[in-house]
């Protein structure tokens, strides 16, 4: 390639660079209620469900 094409190949890709949006926060589109996070559990559940996934059934 020359530097011509590689000048338009460059000028393409940052056009189509440019054009690219940031993904939308889409979490309001849906139900309410997935947004509210429980607050984080006590400390003894943490343990029993890091040992539960330890396990194997």
Do not use: C, H, S
């Amino acid at each position: 390639m020359g530097k011509k094409e590689d000048a338009m190949i460059a000028k393409l890709v940052k056009k189509a660079a440019a054009k690219v949006a940031p993904p939308k926060d889409r979490t309001n589109q849906y139900d309410d209620t997935l947004r509210i996070r429980p607050a984080d559990e006590d400390p003894d559940a943490k343990v029993l469900f890091k040992e539960m996934r330890r396990r194997e059934f």
